[in-house]
């Protein structure tokens, strides 16, 4: 009886375990997102680009409106949502959103 009592304490401490683990891994990879959109976010689109930080065309993605321009940069791998009044990156993501 004692040694099922064990084995039940060990699988159920192991799950926590890795539960714990995987929820750091996310933290980690959120922490890594922000360091990114605070990178960008607040910055003249074309100070970004012009810089020397990407020398890739823009592709404009859908969604893009009077208001807003929703673009990716392949080189640097970024999608930011700008608005167009004053080319202000007003979002930004990894990857091609």
């Given at each position: 009886m004692k040694r099922i009592i064990f084995i039940?304490?060990?699988v159920i401490s192991t799950l926590?375990?890795?539960?714990?683990?995987?929820?750091?891994?996310?933290?980690?990879?959120?922490?890594?997102e922000q360091i990114?959109?605070?990178?960008?976010?607040?910055?003249?689109?074309?100070?970004v680009v012009g810089r020397g930080i990407s020398s890739a065309k823009p592709e404009t993605l859908k969604g893009t409106n009077n208001k807003h321009w929703f673009?990716?940069?392949?080189n640097i791998?970024?999608?930011?949502?700008?608005?167009?009044?004053?080319?202000?990156?007003l979002n930004a993501a990894q990857g091609r959103k």
């Open positions: 039940v304490v060990i926590f375990l890795a539960s714990c683990s995987k929820q750091k891994k996310l933290s980690e990879k959120d922490k890594s990114f959109k605070d990178k960008y976010i607040g910055k003249n689109v074309f100070s673009v990716y940069y392949k791998d970024a999608t930011f949502i700008v608005e167009k009044k004053t080319d202000i990156i």
